[in-house]
């Protein structure tokens, strides 16, 4: 038997109502499962920090391939953090991927 909250064949709910004044539906104990995200601010966060950690990935392995032996950060730590920049630059991405793909079901939900 299916249930009604977590099918994927149901449509999705809309957006509209705000859950921040009060809660929209009562309280059934599967918060978890039925929770919500604020598309929006993580469309922004995910916005404004790819582009950022895209350039921190650039900038630490170009100054990690120009870095001698004797300089100060090494080369070692200069690829670490190049890696972790393009690390966070690849879960941005594809969180913005995520976001816009749930935003447009939700728009064409609405029609």
Same mark, same amino acid.
């Given at each position: 038997?299916?249930?009604?909250?977590?099918?994927?064949?149901?449509?999705?709910?809309?957006?509209?109502?705000?859950?921040?004044?009060?809660?929209? @539906?009562?309280?059934?104990?599967?918060?978890?499962?039925?929770?919500? #995200? !604020?598309? =929006?601010?993580? &469309?922004? /966060?995910? $916005? *404004?920090?790819?582009?950022?950690?895209?350039?921190?990935?650039?900038? @630490?392995?170009?100054?990690?391939?120009?870095?001698?032996?004797?300089? #100060? !950060?090494? =080369?070692?730590? &200069?690829? /670490?953090? $190049? *890696?972790?920049?393009?690390?966070?630059?690849?879960?941005?991405?594809?969180?913005?991927?995520?976001?816009?793909?749930?935003?447009?079901?939700?728009?064409?939900?609405?029609?």
């Amino acid at each position: 038997m299916r249930d009604p909250r977590t099918d994927p064949t149901r449509a999705p709910v809309s957006r509209a109502r705000s859950g921040t004044i009060g809660r929209r @539906f009562p309280r059934t104990g599967t918060e978890p499962v039925t929770a919500r #995200s !604020p598309l =929006r601010l993580r &469309l922004l /966060l995910a $916005a *404004v920090f790819l582009p950022l950690f895209l350039a921190g990935t650039a900038l @630490f392995g170009v100054w990690a391939a120009g870095s001698d032996a004797g300089d #100060s !950060p090494g =080369r070692g730590p &200069l690829i /670490l953090l $190049a *890696v972790v920049c393009g690390v966070l630059a690849l879960t941005a991405l594809v969180d913005l991927r995520v976001v816009l793909r749930r935003l447009r079901r939700e728009r064409g939900a609405a029609r």
